[in-house]
C-alpha cells in the first residue's frame, strides 16, 4: 500500500464529502487492514506491502525459512526464486493454488490468494532440473460504492492488489562430481494497486491506481553427505540460501513529485535435513530445521522529510546474531525459525517463530501436510507391483495446512491450506515401469526457436456512430517444444503491439452536418502460453500441425499521442486454435509458420466491447 495515499485520505478526510455511507466505511477498513499488514511485517516505509504476505502452507507452519530450506512445495519461490524444484522430475507440469480469507475480523468479503503453475525441463548438459512458472497474487479488499454527499449512489467497484510473476530457476547436482548441489533464480513481476478508479473530488484529482515493475534473484547452496550402517543410509544435506526480492524503482499513485519505494527485502539462512533411508531408497524419517533472517532494506531519511534511500549488502541483518543464534534485537531485522519432521515420506508436522522485536511481532506457526508419494512408495517397497511404482513417477499429490496464533497480533487465527498437483517424466509416461526421462532420449524432441508474431480482430461497428479498426504491428516471441510421440507440447513468451483507431463520425438530424474525428491508441500485450499440437508428417522435411493453445495475458500497457492511456484490465485466460506448418531447412534448423484464432472475444479496453484476435506467427529454431 502506498503510505503516501494513505497520508492523502488522512489528510483530506474531511474534504472527500463525496464519498459517504457504505464506501466511506469500507474505505477505512481497507487502510485499517493494510496498515495492519504493514505493522505485522515491520515494514511501514514501502509500498505494495501485499507482496510481503507469504503464501506457502508449507514454510508458513515452520517460521517461513524458505530462503534456505529446500521444499518440494513449489510455493517456496515466493521466499527465493532458486526453490521449489525438489519435486520436479524430467519434463513436468505442477499445479498449486491457496485461497485463505484475509483479516475477516475486520471485513467478510477480503480474501487473499495464490495461483501457481509451472513446468520443467528435461536434464541436459547445462542443468540437472529446471523450470519455469507462473505466480498470481491477488488480495481482494471488497466490493465499494461511491455515493454523492445526499447519499445518493454514483458507482460501485472492486478494490484489489494483485502481482503475475515469472520465474526461471535452474539447479546443477553434484556439481563437478562432488556432493556441491547448487540452485539460482531470477523472478519478473508487475504489481498493480487499484484502490478505486480515477475521480476528481473538490478539485483533487486522484488516481486511485498504481503500477510497478520487479525482480526477485535467490541462490542456494546445499552439501549432501551420506553415512551408510548395515540396512540404513544417513543423508546429511546442510544448505545456505540468499534471496533479493522485489527490486524496482519506485511505486507512485500520481500525486506530483511523491512516491515510497518498493519492499525490497534481503533474506539470508541456513537449514539442515536428516533422512534415514533404507538401502533400497525407502525414507524411514526425515528432520528438517533451519534459521533465517530478513530484512526491508528501505532507509527513511533521519530528518523526517519524506525521502528514503535504499540499503545495500544484508541491510541490518547481523548474521552471527539474527541466523547463527536465531537472536531478535531492537533493530528491524526479523528472525525466523522453524522444523519439520516427517514419516516414512507420508505425513509432516511442522513449527516455527516469526520474531520481530521493533515491529513487536511474535508468531507462532504449526501445520502439517500428508504427500501421496510416500504413501505409494510404502506400497510398492511391501507388494513390488510395477504399476505402483509407475504411477508414483508420473503422478503426486500433497496436501499442506499451516496456521498462525499470536496472542495480540492482528493476524493470530489466519489459516492457509492448498493442494499441489504434479505430473512428472511425461517424456516416458507411456514407456516400461521404472524409467524416468533421464533415461529417456531426449535430443530429437527438444526444439528452441523465436519470431515475429501479429495479431488482427475483425472490425466491427461498436455503434452507429463509431467505429473500430485494429491495426497489427510487429512483435515478437520465444518458444520451447518438445515432440512426445505424435504430438507436440510447448511454452511460448510473447510480446505483441498493435495500432487500435476509434472513428466517430457525427450526423445532425437535418443531414446539412458531418464532422468525423479519430483517435488511436498503441497496446502492448504480454503474454504466456502452454500449447498441444498434432504432428503429420509428410516426408522427411515437412510436417503439418493443429492443435490448441492455451493464453494467459499477463498485463497489457497502452498509449496513445496524449501520452499514456490510464485504464486497468484484469490478467484473462483464452484459447487459440492452431493451425500451421513446419520445415526442415537444413539439418537441425527449422521454419514454422502457424495461424491462430481466438476462441473467445477480448474486451476492447477503451469501449468495453467484444473483438475477436486472430494472427499469424513465423518462428526460426534449432532442434536438438
Not at 493494510?34 to 505485522?40: A, K, N, P, Q, R
Request: hydrophobic share 35%.
Amino acid at each position: 500500500m502506498n503510505i503516501l495515499y494513505l497520508e492523502f485520505i488522512k489528510d483530506n478526510i474531511a474534504k472527500i464529502a463525496i464519498i459517504k455511507g457504505k464506501c466511506m466505511r469500507k474505505l477505512i477498513l481497507i487502510v485499517l487492514s493494510l496498515l495492519i499488514v504493514e505493522y505485522s511485517y515491520s515494514q511501514s516505509e514501502a509500498g505494495a506491502v501485499f507482496l510481503l504476505i507469504p503464501p506457502s502452507p508449507t514454510l508458513n507452519g515452520m517460521g517461513e525459512i524458505g530462503v534456505c530450506l529446500p521444499s518440494s512445495d513449489p510455493i517456496s519461490s515466493y521466499f527465493n526464486p532458486a526453490n521449489g524444484l525438489q519435486n520436479y522430475e524430467g519434463l513436468g507440469l505442477q499445479y498449486e493454488y491457496v485461497n485463505s480469507p484475509w483479516l475477516s475480523n475486520l471485513a467478510d468479503d477480503m480474501s487473499y490468494s495464490y495461483r501457481y503453475a509451472g513446468l520443467s525441463l528435461p536434464s541436459t548438459f547445462l542443468f540437472d532440473k529446471a523450470a519455469i512458472s507462473y505466480a498470481n497474487t491477488y488480495l481482494d479488499l471488497g466490493d465499494q460504492i461511491r455515493t454523492d454527499e445526499y447519499g445518493n449512489e454514483l458507482e460501485s467497484f472492486n478494490s484489489y492488489m494483485k502481482s503475475d510473476m515469472l520465474t526461471l530457476s535452474i539447479m546443477n547436482e553434484h556439481l563437478f562430481n562432488t556432493g556441491f548441489t547448487v540452485a539460482a533464480g531470477v523472478s519478473v513481476k508487475n504489481t498493480l494497486q487499484y484502490l478505486s478508479p480515477p475521480m476528481t473530488i473538490n478539485d483533487i484529482f486522484i488516481d486511485g491506481r498504481s503500477r510497478a515493475d520487479m525482480m526477485d534473484f535467490g541462490v542456494l547452496l546445499s552439501y549432501e553427505y551420506a553415512m551408510s550402517f548395515d540396512r540404513l543410509v544417513l543423508n546429511i544435506t546442510p544448505t545456505y540460501g540468499q534471496a533479493l526480492l522485489n527490486v524496482g524503482d519506485s511505486i507512485s499513485f500520481g500525486f506530483p513529485g511523491k512516491a515510497d519505494p518498493t519492499p525490497r527485502t534481503c533474506r539470508t539462512g541456513i537449514s539442515i535435513k536428516l533422512d534415514i533411508r533404507t538401502k533400497s531408497g525407502l525414507s524411514l524419517m526425515k528432520y528438517q530445521g533451519g534459521r533465517s533472517a530478513s530484512d526491508l532494506l528501505v532507509a527513511a531519511s533521519p530528518d523526517n522529510d519524506g525521502t528514503w534511500s535504499y540499503q545495500s549488502g544484508f541491510g541490518d541483518i547481523d548474521f552471527t546474531r539474527h541466523v547463527l543464534q536465531s537472536k531478535p534485537d531492537d533493530g528491524q531485522a526479523q528472525v525466523e525459525r522453524g522444523e519439520e519432521i516427517t514419516f516414512l515420506d507420508i505425513v509432516s508436522f511442522r513449527s516455527g517463530r516469526r520474531i520481530d522485536n521493533w515491529g513487536r511481532i511474535s508468531l507462532h506457526e504449526s501445520g502439517y501436510g500428508i504427500k501421496s508419494r510416500g504413501m505409494l512408495n510404502t506400497i510398492y517397497a511391501l507388494t513390488g507391483y510395477p504399476l505402483i511404482d509407475k504411477l508414483n513417477r508420473h503422478i503426486s499429490l500433497e496436501y499442506n495446512m499451516a496456521k498462525w496464533s499470536d496472542e495480540t497480533g492482528p493476524l493470530s487465527g489466519t489459516e492457509y491450506s492448498a493442494y499441489t498437483v504434479s505430473v512428472n517424466n511425461l517424456l516416458t509416461l507411456f514407456s516400461d515401469p521404472g524409467e524416468s526421462d533421464r533415461d529417456a532420449t531426449f535430443g530429437e524432441g527438444f526444439r528452441y526457436s523465436m519470431g515475429i508474431s501479429a495479431l488482427n480482430a475483425y472490425e466491427r461497428s461498436v455503434d452507429p456512430d463509431t467505429s473500430l479498426s485494429y491495426t497489427p504491428e510487429m512483435g515478437y516471441h520465444v518458444r520451447i517444444e518438445t515432440d512426445l510421440g505424435k504430438w507436440r507440447m510447448g511454452v511460448t513468451l510473447a510480446r505483441h503491439r498493435s495500432l487500435l483507431t476509434y472513428t466517430n463520425t457525427y450526423v445532425d438530424p437535418w443531414g446539412d452536418l458531418a464532422y468525423s474525428s479519430s483517435w488511436e491508441v498503441t497496446l502492448y500485450d504480454y503474454y504466456s502460453s502452454l500449447s498441444v499440437l498434432r504432428r503429420i508428417p509428410y516426408g522427411n522435411r515437412l510436417q503439418m500441425l493443429y492443435g490448441l493453445n492455451v493464453t494467459h495475458n499477463m498485463y497489457e500497457d497502452a498509449s496513445s499521442e496524449d501520452g499514456e492511456v490510464s485504464y486497468d484490465r484484469e490478467s484473462s485466460v483464452n484459447t487459440e486454435l492452431i493451425l500451421g506448418v513446419d520445415v526442415r531447412v537444413y539439418r537441425k534448423v527449422f521454419f514454422q509458420a502457424d495461424y491462430f484464432f481466438r476462441l473467445f472475444p477480448e474486451k476492447d479496453l477503451i469501449l468495453d466491447e467484444e473483438i475477436h484476435l486472430h494472427g499469424l506467427r513465423f518462428s526460426v529454431g534449432i532442434q536438438r
